[in-house]
């Protein structure tokens, strides 16, 4: 069994930053998946980015602006998001592919990310 605990969600402005951190408890491997997704209202939960085995893959919309990282160490998993948008608000969900005989998929609870002026 994997928990996920999130934090580092928040209110900010248009092009302010945000760092965005995922601990997770059990054993995680350097090949598991480690990744952010988001869900703004009335849209679908869309992948932000994911890391596994040193490869990471960003969505389109946040190329050049968002970085993964993860510590393999703490079993972390920090999104730095900078130039923010204002569409970029949404609930940023922490996911965990555990790859074992059969995959398996923990998310975290969520923090919200509210860009505004």
């Known amino acids: 069994q994997v928990q996920l605990v999130e934090s580092g969600g928040g209110l900010v402005q248009p092009g302010e930053s945000l760092r965005l951190s995922c601990a997770a408890s059990g054993s995680i491997f350097s090949t598991d998946a480690m990744g952010w997704y988001r869900q703004a209202p009335g849209k679908q939960r869309e992948l932000v980015a994911v890391?596994?085995?040193?490869?990471?893959n960003y969505a389109d919309s946040v190329k050049g602006r968002f970085t993964i990282s993860r510590d393999n160490a703490k079993n972390t998993v920090y999104l730095q998001m900078n130039s923010l948008k204002p569409e970029d608000t949404a609930v940023y969900y922490c996911?965990?592919?555990?790859?074992?005989?059969?995959?398996?998929?923990?998310w975290g609870q969520g923090t919200q990310v509210t860009v505004s002026s």
């Open positions: 996911r965990v592919d555990l790859k074992r005989v059969v995959t398996m998929v923990y």
């Open positions: 890391t596994s085995g040193g490869r990471t």
